[in-house]
């Protein structure tokens, strides 16, 4: 019973880091910026959600909407005012890296001086648990990520399959300067490939505020685990980095069995270390160019 | 006031052998680890462990950090040999989070999150060290110890041979370096240089515990680095003492709320990083860009 109680929550918890790690994913897919700022996005979402709905006492779907447009502008934003000039003026890994690690310090302190350092939980009844059968305790909310998770993974899959701006956005990943010939801006669909992977964030966000709690150093761990999902998955597959997502959740909550909730975060570390040292192009990515 | 200079100059010493054994490994070896802070803890650990259970003499401690972090850190070049970019990024974090989970939950060697608390005083000679005049001659001892290493490392053909493999590993291999041994020696190198900074500030604090030796660390390192200008002598001293004077400056600033200081001044660490590379991506000491700054090194390292 212990272990399907740690199934269920372990596909809760895969469920988010599937969907922010399908934003990281989809970014640095498309742009080949290592956007390591987007743990920020997830504690925006999270925070003005809280903002709204639990200190302003605002319907949640208006909460829900402000989040996603207040993430979406400071994805969009910060490819805008912080990347695009780093990438013209020197265009490396490491620059915009550094760059990325500078946004995300400073969001996540910005958060601190203004919500406290503590925990704050989104209150909601749907994430009271429900009992299943005797001993196993389901909340509505596990239900809700893996619906969301679900919906989010089959529209972008369209999305990216079907439409005229997907397939562009694929296409930059393969090679900018043929979009640019074909006569579609590389800088308009870099901003788009921001807004949507911020987006993805918003509802894993919320999610866990409620389910877990937010505090300011969630961002990074979230950051943490969606980079391993993205490298473990295979660079470039969204499916891989679903995929991924959904096994690290497992994989942190199934340790739990086995080893104290000290070492869980350290079984995800060990799984990317293998997978680097062992298969760096993950499951489902290409060939690794050096 | 004066003994207030006095520690945080101990502590400059300290983040600057940390500063300078990192840009050892991001300037001149194109490694960007986000792991440094776990061979400084490496070091700390081993230094509390040798001067509790074996000998409390500098010198025992210190080759028994470097032995120790520089085999340890063979478990970074393995992923430095095989990866690069992102991927090495990535699986340098990776160690990092391990490394601070063994170092929280070892509780017979590292004394578990409560850290290791009355460490006895080394001695030089027979000579302890107690007060933070002795302290500060260490660390800048330390400091020029390790200066001095790395400048004539970089000087020999082991050096120029790094900084043809930062530049183009193709072109190094083809000119028939071995390029696997001499980036795994540069990865030794530098954490068992890193360890040293270890030694030194677990013996000034006689207390160590895992907080000083988390990812935040290993960032505000990086921050150290790039904020000096990588791929410079100087540069990652420059960074290192600017870094840890702008909390005590911050600490002046009127009106501040004592409480949030610590908040302000990593919101301010951030600024400074985007800013510095969007306009000055080579750091305060290096030329304007960064290839300009590493061109500027192979030349004075010529």
Redesign the interface.
Known sequence: MLLLQLLINGIQLGALYALTAGGFSLI?GATRI?HFAHGAAFMIAGYAFYEIYDKLHLPWYLALIVSALVTVAFGVLLDRL?YT??KR??N????????A??????V???I??FFGRGFVAISTPLSKGVPLLPGLYVSPLAGIAVVVALLAFFGLHAFLSRSHTGMALRALADSPELVRAYGMSPQKLSQTAFALGSLLVVPAAILSGASAGLNPSVG?HVM?IS??AT?VGG?GSLRGAAFAGLLLGLAESLALAWFSS??S??VV??V??LF??FR?SGFFGRA?V? | MFAYLLNLSVLICVNAILAMTLNFLMGYAGIFSLAHAVFFGVGAYTAAFVSMHFSDSLFVCTAAAMIISGALSLALALPALRVRGEYFVAASLGLQMLAVTVFSEWRSVTGGLGGITNIPAVKVFGVPIETANGFFALGVGYLIAVALIIVVLLRSSFGRNLQAIRDSESAAYALGKNVSAIKTLSVVVSAALASSAGVVYTFYLSFINVEGFTLDLSVLLMAMVIIGGTGSLLGPIVGAALLMLLPAGLSFVPGLPQAEVGLVQQAVYGLVMVLLMIYRPGGIVGGGSRKLAASAAVKGAR
């Open positions: 640095f290592f912080v000039p780093i003026h020197e490396s890994f490491f620059t915009l890296f550094a760059g690690f500078g946004v995300g310090i400073i996540q302190n910005m601190g001086f990074s943490l980079l391993a490298i660079v000290q070492w975060e350290a570390f060990v990317l270390f680097i040292l760096p690794l050096h």
